[in-house]
């Protein structure tokens, strides 16, 4: 897989997490938050959907252009972002988490791997 392609994908999918916290956080968290969840619990999915929405931008901006340090920080910063959401869903799997969240570690483990392994190729010369 290319850098565009890994970028373009992992912009929808941010993009999609974003908008679903942002306008539908009661489905979106089906299972995990409760149905009588108060307002400030909704508010509080929302305000995490908004950053999810930069970096969807951020990754879909970046996605056709050359090597940069800049392009450098936008996959380093993906590979992190991905990591540490990987290893919270896997440590929510082992804590009780939703049965859901197995496919969201498998998810987040690929992304990160893509990023290393695709991304770090795609490094500029520095």
């Given at each position: 897989m290319k850098l565009r392609n890994l970028l373009t994908v992992a912009s929808v999918y941010m993009a999609l997490v974003g908008l679903g916290l942002v306008f539908f956080p009661q489905a979106f968290g089906r299972g995990a938050i409760p149905e009588n969840a108060s307002a400030a619990l909704i508010s509080y999915l929302r305000l995490w959907g908004?950053?999810?929405?930069?970096?969807?931008?951020?990754?879909?901006?970046a996605r056709k252009e050359g090597a940069?340090?800049?392009?450098?920080?936008?996959?380093?910063?993906?590979?992190?972002?991905?990591?540490?959401?990987?290893?919270?869903?896997?440590?929510?799997?082992?804590?009780?988490?939703?049965?859901?969240?197995?496919?969201?570690?498998?998810?987040?483990?690929?992304?990160?791997?893509?990023?290393?392994?695709?991304?770090?190729?795609?490094?500029?010369?520095?």
């Amino acid at each position: 897989m290319k850098l565009r392609n890994l970028l373009t994908v992992a912009s929808v999918y941010m993009a999609l997490v974003g908008l679903g916290l942002v306008f539908f956080p009661q489905a979106f968290g089906r299972g995990a938050i409760p149905e009588n969840a108060s307002a400030a619990l909704i508010s509080y999915l929302r305000l995490w959907g908004s950053p999810l929405l930069g970096i969807a931008v951020l990754d879909w901006m970046a996605r056709k252009e050359g090597a940069s340090k800049a392009r450098d920080a936008i996959i380093t910063g993906n590979m992190v972002g991905f990591a540490v959401i990987a290893s919270l869903d896997a440590w929510g799997l082992l804590n009780g988490a939703r049965p859901i969240t197995a496919v969201f570690v498998v998810v987040h483990l690929v992304f990160t791997l893509a990023f290393i392994l695709i991304g770090k190729k795609n490094f500029s010369k520095r």
